[in-house]
């Protein structure tokens, strides 16, 4: 069965700093991975998505993430954030045929002044 | 284009009383997903619904039903509410099957007291 890790409950940065949320998944085959953010209060916006062909992927507000198949790994980058960055990140996977996602547990990033 | 719109966006109840929760999905899609967000959790799958079919559920009891109407939107019911079914509901929905990414509602906060 799917499975994902975020090893980071919390990540706490300065504005303008570097950002990378770590993303780990459990699957045999070729996964379809994906990145979402969620504001207090909201639902989950769809950051960025990989299903096949260049590894690296870019996303909505300036976000990007790589995926690293001999790492299981799904990393979310960003080159400087924002105090609007400010949010739950959730990783999520997919499996062909089970049509599923799985969900990790999420990120809190708390970006400071 | 409309996203996927959720009702009501809080609901109290009692203990023991029965929830219900609405869900539109964007016009063209046929799944509508439930996920549970209690704190701390992140989201656990609660049902999939394609076409009006019930396709999947999660490992929930049976208490937590719900069904899908011809026009694709969907309802979640929860009977004999218990505390611990205080949690952010969201609903989500996609073009038919297949690993696309899910579109998300802002989900119903239920509190039971």
């Known amino acids: 069965a799917q499975s994902v890790t975020q090893p980071d409950i919390h990540i706490t940065v300065s504005e303008g700093a570097s950002l990378e949320l770590r993303c780990n998944y459990s699957?045999?085959?070729?996964?379809?991975l994906f990145w979402y953010v969620q504001s207090p209060g909201q639902g989950l916006q769809l950051l960025l998505k990989?299903?096949?062909?260049?590894?690296l992927v870019q996303g909505i507000k300036g976000f990007e993430a790589e995926f690293k198949r001999s790492q299981s790994s799904f990393n979310l980058r960003k080159p400087s954030v924002h105090w609007s960055d400010a949010a739950e990140y959730f990783c999520?996977?997919?499996?062909?045929?089970?049509?599923?996602?799985?969900f990790g547990r999420g990120t809190s990033l708390i970006v400071h002044p | 284009e409309a996203g996927v719109t959720q009702s009501p966006t809080h609901l109290i109840k009692t203990r023991g009383q029965q929830a219900t929760l609405r869900c539109s999905p964007i016009?063209?899609?046929?799944?509508v997903y439930w996920y549970q967000q209690a704190l701390g959790l992140g989201l656990q799958f609660l049902l999939w619904?394609?076409?009006?079919?019930?396709?999947n559920r999660g490992n929930f009891p049976p208490r937590f039903s719900g069904r899908q109407f011809p026009n694709y939107s969907s309802e979640l019911n929860v009977n004999a509410l218990e505390l611990e079914d205080s949690a952010l509901y969201l609903c989500?929905?996609?073009?038919?099957?297949?690993?696309?990414?899910?579109?998300f509602g802002n989900g119903t906060r239920l509190t039971v007291t």
């Open positions: 989500a929905s996609r073009r038919g099957g297949g690993n696309s990414p899910l579109h």
């Open positions: 699957y045999g085959a070729t996964p379809y």
């Open positions: 990989y299903f096949s062909g260049d590894t």
């Open positions: 999520a996977v997919g499996e062909t045929g089970s049509y599923i996602p799985t």
């Open positions: 016009s063209g899609h046929t799944s």
């Open positions: 619904y394609d076409e009006g079919e019930e396709r």
